[in-house]
């Protein structure tokens, strides 16, 4: 089956750090363009960051630049979202996709199916 899988979610206190995973699976992860997104009740999906098929030119949302870091490991078929001094405002739910481009996160756009996501959870 052709997926995305998130994990490494978690309740963290503020000011803590987490480290989120997006494995492919059955399929290669290399050629494509990957996003982060993350979802709050009652709004809409927001793109966080995103990384391109050769791990340059990173991008992040003002809200969580300098806090996170999207890397990617091609041999474990794997991108990442490092997420320091988390806040309140980070709790969702995380997602990974494959996206068309990776310019802007408030304005990329996913392509295929999501997968169930991973719960961020920032509270004392």
């Known amino acids: 089956q052709l997926q995305l899988v998130e994990s490494g979610g978690g309740l963290v206190q503020p000011g803590g750090s987490l480290r989120l995973s997006c494995a492919a699976s059955?399929?290669?992860?290399?050629?494509?363009?990957i996003g982060w997104f993350r979802q709050v009740p009652g709004k809409e999906r927001e793109g966080v960051s995103c990384?391109?098929?050769?791990?340059?030119?990173?991008k992040y949302g003002d809200s969580v630049k300098g806090r996170f870091t999207i890397s990617r490991d091609n041999a474990k078929n794997t991108v990442y979202l490092r997420m320091n001094s988390l806040q309140p405002e980070d709790t969702g739910i995380y997602y990974c996709?494959?996206?068309?481009?990776?310019?802007?996160?408030?304005?990329?756009?996913?392509?295929?199916?999501w997968g169930q996501g991973t719960q961020v959870t920032v509270s004392s």
């Open positions: 990384i391109r098929s050769s791990g340059g030119s990173p």
């Open positions: 059955g399929f290669t992860l290399d050629y494509y363009v």
């Open positions: 996709a494959k996206i068309f481009s990776c310019v802007s996160p408030a304005t990329m756009r996913a392509f295929g199916s």
